[in-house]
Nanobody
Framework: QVQLVESGGGLVQAGASLRLSCAVS????????MGWFRQAPEKKREIVGA????????SYINSVKGRFTISRDIAKNTVYLQMNSLKPEDTAVYYC????????????WGQGTQVTVSS
């Protein structure tokens, strides 16, 4: 059974940092991409960035480039989202998800963790 469990959300002030974790069990990730998504109130879910588990290559949306960093710990089967210089507009529920390298569809999702940035 595949499970993705996020942790690390919270309430912070603008300019602060947070690190989210997503622990994956039940799946070997060597052929997968791990993505981080977020959904703010009354907005569509958007992808924040992703990491190719094997190569470590990453991609990000423009609004978080230079502030957010995705990394992974292969031994722990865990992916991280380091968020620096947080802004109120980063407030959202953050989700991690996985997809095969050869598939565009993310098939397993975590439960989400709330990030709230106050001004």
């Amino acid at each position: 059974q595949v499970q993705l469990v996020e942790s690390g959300g919270g309430l912070v002030q603008a300019g602060a940092s947070l690190r989210l974790s997503c622990a994956v069990s039940g799946r070997t990730l060597s052929d997968y991409v791990m993505g981080w998504f977020r959904q703010a109130p009354e907005k569509k879910r958007e992808i924040v960035g992703a990491i190719n588990w094997s190569s470590g290559g990453t991609s990000y949306i423009n609004s978080v480039k230079g502030r957010f960093t995705i990394s992974r710990d292969i031994a722990k089967n865990t992916v991280y989202l380091q968020m620096n210089s947080l802004k109120p507009e980063d407030t959202a529920v953050y989700y991690c998800a996985s997809r095969l390298l050869t598939d565009s569809r993310y098939d397993y999702w975590g439960q989400g963790t709330q990030v709230t940035v106050s001004s």
